[in-house]
């Protein structure tokens, strides 16, 4: 299926689009490594799904989205657990890749192109709603969480994972590595646009500081679970994107929100 063409689109979602369209050749190989694994782990560390508990055990009996969803690796263990899966995406390249492991694992998904700040579905259609670096830094987060409030029945859940307002704080704005300075204000952060940094330009992103989240679930009507911090296991060396491992295991790189529907 295919989704609004994209001079309708809102400028980020055009802009994020082409981005992912032009290097989605470069996330073929992990789709396919996180595709053949049933031991899902998250985020640039892999922290196991034993610590995180993102998913789940048993998804038998529910309806699930994945709010950009890339090569669908998170769909693809969602429906091995049993539920009947929708995923979402921006780029059809990403969406090509995730077909393709689709046949290859005779998995059954339902994918849709389109942006995840506005999906294509009755409200109340989904039990559980879940993004690993999806519409969760790719969405303005007002208007995508308003939308999965709106796909989830009521109750349902919403899991997602998300770069954190601390490492953002200390990246700059040249696109060079997270350092251990603050530069950039915490305060007031919610876009970050890459396209036209010095080093390894990228696309536009969000990243909310932590009251912010928690205003703005409050204010659409979700109840907050949980809040964890993903640290980079003891074991990792080296740069993952624009973070250094030994960063990761001293302060916070990634974030993970779990919110419940009123
Ligand atoms: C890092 S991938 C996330 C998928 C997977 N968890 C992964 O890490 O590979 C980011 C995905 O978000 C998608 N994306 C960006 N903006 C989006 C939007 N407005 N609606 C839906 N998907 C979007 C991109 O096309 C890309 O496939």
């Given amino acids: 299926m295919s989704g609004p063409d994209s001079e309708q689109l809102p400028e980020h979602v055009r802009a994020n689009r082409h981005h992912w369209d032009e290097m989605a050749h470069e996330w073929v190989a992990l789709g396919e490594r996180a595709w053949a694994s049933d031991d899902p782990s998250w985020g640039i560390w892999s922290v196991p799904e034993t610590e995180l508990a993102m998913l789940p055990v048993d998804m038998s ?22 539920a009947t899966v929708t995923g979402i995406d921006n780029s059809a390249a990403q969406l090509a890749t995730a077909r393709g492991l689709m046949a290859k694992h005779g998995i059954e998904l339902t994918l849709l192109h389109g942006n995840a700040e506005t999906v294509p579905v009755p409200d109340g259609s989904f039990d559980f709603a879940i993004n690993e670096y999806g519409a969760a830094i790719w ?12 796909l989830l029945r009521p109750g349902g859940r919403l899991v997602f994972l998300a770069n954190h307002p601390l490492a953002m704080a200390c990246a700059p704005e040249s696109g060079a590595h997270v350092g251990d ?10 876009t ?14 969000f990243c909310l500081p932590i009251s912010e989240w928690v205003a703005l679930f409050h204010r659409i009507g979700f109840t907050i679970d949980d809040l964890r911090e993903p640290r980079a296991p003891e074991s990792t060396r080296g740069v993952q994107f624009f973070i250094d491992a030994e960063w990761a295991q001293r302060w916070p790189s990634e974030l993970v929100w779990k919110v419940r529907r009123h």
């Fill in 192 to 205: 970050l646009d890459w396209r036209d940094v010095e080093i390894d330009p990228g696309g536009v992103n």
């Fill in 61 to 82: 009996g529910l309806d699930a989205i994945e709010l950009g969803c890339g090569t669908a690796y998170v769909s693809a263990w969602m429906a091995r657990r049993g």
């Fill in 139 to 150: 969405c303005d987060p007002e208007v995508w969480l308003r939308e999965a409030h709106r």
């Fill in 181 to 190: 300075r603050l530069v950039r204000p915490y305060f007031g952060m919610h």
